[in-house]
Structure formats: structure tokens, C-alpha cells
């Protein structure tokens, strides 16, 4: 084993972290995945191609370009104050409404006009006698030098009343005065405000769908959701489906998925054996034990009978010293290639040789996913050929205290590899004799030395089993 890989499973000796983060994984995966398809996503890039649209850069260009010096209100106005800067609009209201005007008005219809004028035309008449006629001069002669019947003819005869006469009533007076009436109108003014306003965007509502879409992908949401799309982490979880799990919930065995004895012993004798080599016998389930949500299978030093295998004489009977248990998938699962993995502690691996180990109809193919050794030390390796020529590769890994409570041991097989990892680190690579028919799982302990004492057991939090997605 090399330096650096020995580096790489100290450093995921942690496997609380390790499940740590594939859990962390997993939910940004599955939150992932949901906001994918949501209607919220839909709508944020329903905004996106709106608010980056032609269209909205039209509007806003239209909206922002807008000048109140440009407009026809401007022209409107401009064209009211030249009416006001005018001379002879500003002597038709000066004179409009004025005392000037109302007196004279008065006088032009009161009795001593019409009586002055009706003087005025006899006094002037050919006829007229001034003898004959004394009185009517003498009357004349007296409103003729009334102050306010000079004034009178005065101000008709002025320049200002006649500038006052043009106008009154006429096209020009009849512009200005629907010009002055649009001018003062509330919709003109408020027209002219939002022309004049250089923030007149910001109250439209492309400018608060504007603001809503650089608001959500400046929030921490939309930014974790772009991160990991760009960087798109996902690749294994979303290669793998899952085929087979137990995450032993329950206090007791799940006999759907599994049974407590070798295979074909359940098959053939729907009883337990044990192989010419081992020193223990199973127990159908008494070896079997349950802490919080792990299973537990236990081997002791203890007498007991069972059924041995014996290539020469058959299944004998047999009082053995030792007792173990195995669980094993060969009624419920099989499968060829995936990924198979199981979160497991070893205690006293010196005592027994702890096995996750799969295995196909005959004793060949066969894979140790993980083995100890007698001395306590991890193997790992495969096995194939025939029952006359066996080829195996089998591989110590050290660097890794195994007894340092739980670890996951997993097997990556497919066609041309099997690859063994521990915490998700790669410790093993082999492409010779890779199998090609569906395996199935194994759990098992082995006493495979005499000894004082066993007190060993092999606990399972969970096992999860996975193909490549088709």
C-alpha cells in the first residue's frame, strides 16, 4: 500500500463525516431536482427572457428616451408663453375684467350716451338753427365737457380698446384660451411631471420586474441553485439507481430480503450446515442481535449442534465449540454489476474472519467485498475458474484501523473492473477475473482458529445496493 493512499483513508477515517456529506449530497440533490421542475424556477426564467427580451430593452429605451423638451406638451407650452409675452395679449387682460372696461361699458349703454349722441347728431345736422335750437346746444355743449363722457370717448378712440376689440372673440384669443385650458388640465401637468421625472423607469412595472429578477438571482436560493448547475456534482447520484436497501429499522430480521443460513442448506435441507473448515455452526437466527438501527450478528465460544458438511460422508451431525450467524440475499437479490455497499463496525477481528462477501449459484465466482484475517488484518480479493483450477487476487489494505468503529465498504463491478473502496476512497482496482452472472450478498463471521475465548460480532447499520441507470 502506498503512502499516499495510506494518507487518503486516514484522512476519510471519518466516516460520520463521510456520511455527513453524501447525506448533505443527497438533499442538495433531491432539493435540486424538485426546484428543476418547479413552477417558482419557471416563472424566475419566464422573467429572465422577458426582463433580457428585445422587447423589455424597447420599452425601457422608449421610457428613458422620453423629453418634455421633445414633446408637444413643450411645444404646447411654449407656444402659450409666446401668447403671454405678447404685447396686445397683455393689453386684452390688462383691459379684460378691468374697471377701465366695466365704466366704460356701463357708459356706452346709459341714457346720457344715447342722449349726448342724439345731440351730437342734431347739433351737426344741416338744419340745425342755433337760435331756434339754443337749448339743445346749450345741453349739448354741457355732456360734452362731463368728465366721464370725455373719458368715455377717449378710451374709445385708444389704441389699447382697439387691440382689446381684435382680439375679442377672435381665432387667435379662441387658441390661446383652449391652449391655457390644456396647460392648467391635471393630465397635462401629470404628463408633463413624468416627462420631466429622469427616474420616470423606476415606476413602471418592467422596472419592478426588473428589480424581482436581479433579487432572486442575487439570493442565496437562486445562486446555490446556478452553483451547482454549473458545477453539476450530481454525476453519481444521478448514474446510480437504487436496487436493494435495508437500513435494519426494525428489532428483527427482514425474511423477505434475507435468511440465516447458507443458501443451499435453506434450499435443500431448509436447515443450516457448516463447511469441512469451520469451527463454528450457525445458529438459525440465535447469534442475531439488534442495537438502535443496526443488526448484529455475534460470534461465541459455545457449544452446540449442527449439521457438517463432509465432501466424503455428506451432512453429518456434529457438536461444535463455537457459534456465529450469516445473513445472506440468495432468496430475495441478485445482481450482476452495480455498486453493493454496507456501513459496518468489526469488533475483535483477531478472533474471527468477519465477511461481506458475494457469491453466485456454485462456489465460484466469489468476491470479498471485505474479509479479515486471522491476525485481524483487512483482505479484500475475488475468486474464479473452477472447483479444479481456482485463480483468485486477494489484497491486503492497510492504513486503516478497522477497529475504529464504522466504516463503508463498497464494490464498484461492471463489465471489465471490480473496484473496492472504503469511505469513498479507492483502495483496490482489479480487472482479471471479473464476474459476469448475478451474485448475491453475504454477511458472515468464521472462527477459523482454536482459541480461549470469542466474544466478536459484526454490525450492520445499513446496506444499500445500486445499477447504472439505463
Not at 292 to 303: G, P, T, Y
Amino acid at each position: 500500500m502506498n503512502f499516499f493512499l495510506a494518507y487518503k483513508l486516514r484522512k476519510a477515517s471519518d466516516t460520520v463525516s463521510v456520511e455527513n456529506k453524501r447525506d448533505a449530497l443527497r438533499k442538495n440533490f433531491e432539493e435540486f431536482e424538485a426546484f428543476s421542475i418547479s413552477e417558482e424556477l419557471k416563472d424566475y426564467f419566464d422573467l429572465e427572457a422577458y426582463v433580457l427580451s428585445e422587447k423589455f430593452k424597447s420599452n425601457r429605451k422608449l421610457i428613458e428616451g422620453k423629453s418634455y423638451k421633445k414633446s408637444e406638451l413643450f411645444k404646447d407650452e411654449k407656444d402659450f408663453k409666446r401668447f403671454q409675452r405678447s404685447k396686445k395679449f397683455k393689453i386684452y387682460f390688462r383691459l379684460k375684467g378691468s374697471s377701465e372696461l366695466s365704466t366704460f361699458e356701463l357708459t356706452k349703454v346709459s341714457p346720457e350716451i344715447e342722449r349726448f349722441k342724439e345731440l351730437d347728431a342734431l347739433v351737426h345736422s344741416v338744419n340745425f338753427n342755433k337760435k331756434e335750437q339754443a337749448e339743445e346746444l346749450k345741453e349739448f355743449k354741457l355732456i360734452k365737457n362731463y368728465q366721464h363722457i370725455k373719458d368715455f370717448f377717449k378710451f374709445e378712440k385708444s389704441k389699447s380698446y382697439k387691440i382689446y376689440k381684435e382680439l375679442e372673440g377672435s381665432k387667435e384669443l379662441e387658441d390661446y384660451l383652449k391652449l391655457e385650458e390644456k396647460i392648467s388640465s391635471d393630465e397635462f401637468q401629470k404628463e408633463k411631471l413624468d416627462l420631466l421625472d429622469k427616474k420616470r423607469f423606476e415606476k413602471t412595472e418592467d422596472f419592478k420586474k426588473h428589480q424581482e429578477y436581479f433579487r432572486l438571482k442575487e439570493s442565496d436560493k437562486y445562486k446555490k441553485y446556478f452553483a451547482l448547475k454549473n458545477k453539476n456534482p450530481f454525476g453519481e447520484l444521478k448514474k446510480w439507481e437504487l436496487t436493494f436497501s435495508d437500513e435494519f429499522d426494525s428489532k428483527s430480521l427482514n425474511e423477505e430480503k434475507w435468511i440465516n443460513k447458507y443458501f443451499w442448506g435453506d434450499k435443500l435441507l431448509n436447515k443450516g450446515y457448516s463447511l469441512n473448515s469451520d469451527l463454528h455452526t450457525f445458529t438459525d437466527g440465535k447469534n442475531i442481535g439488534y442495537s438502535d438501527s443496526s443488526i448484529v450478528l455475534q460470534a461465541r465460544k459455545e457449544k452446540h449442534n449442527g449439521l457438517l458438511w463432509n465432501p466424503a460422508m455428506g451432512f453429518v451431525p456434529k457438536e461444535f465449540d463455537y457459534t456465529s450467524a450469516i445473513i445472506n440475499t440468495g432468496k430475495s437479490f441478485r445482481q450482476k454489476y452495480g455498486r453493493f455497499e454496507a456501513k459496518i463496525k468489526l469488533t475483535n477481528p483477531n478472533q474471527v474472519s468477519h465477511s461481506f462477501w458475494m457469491v453466485a449459484d456454485k462456489n465460484l465466482p466469489h468476491i470479498d467485498v471485505l474479509k479479515t484475517s486471522g491476525d485481524g488484518k483487512l483482505l479484500m480479493g475475488n475468486y474464479w475458474g473452477t472447483d479444479n483450477q481456482i485463480n483468485s487476487k486477494q489484497f491486503k489494505i492497510k492504513g486503516i484501523d478497522i477497529s475504529k468503529g464504522h466504516f463503508i465498504y463498497s464494490l464498484d463491478w461492471n463489465k471489465n473492473e471490480l473496484v473496492w473502496k472504503i469511505n469513498d476512497v479507492v483502495v483496490k482496482t482489479q480487472t482479471e477475473g471479473v464476474p459476469h452472472d448475478p451474485m448475491y450478498l453475504n454477511f458472515s463471521m468464521g472462527i477459523i482458529k482454536e482459541q480461549q475465548s470469542v466474544n466478536a460480532s459484526l454490525e450492520i447499520d445499513w446496506v444499500r445496493c445500486y445499477k447504472i441507470k439505463e
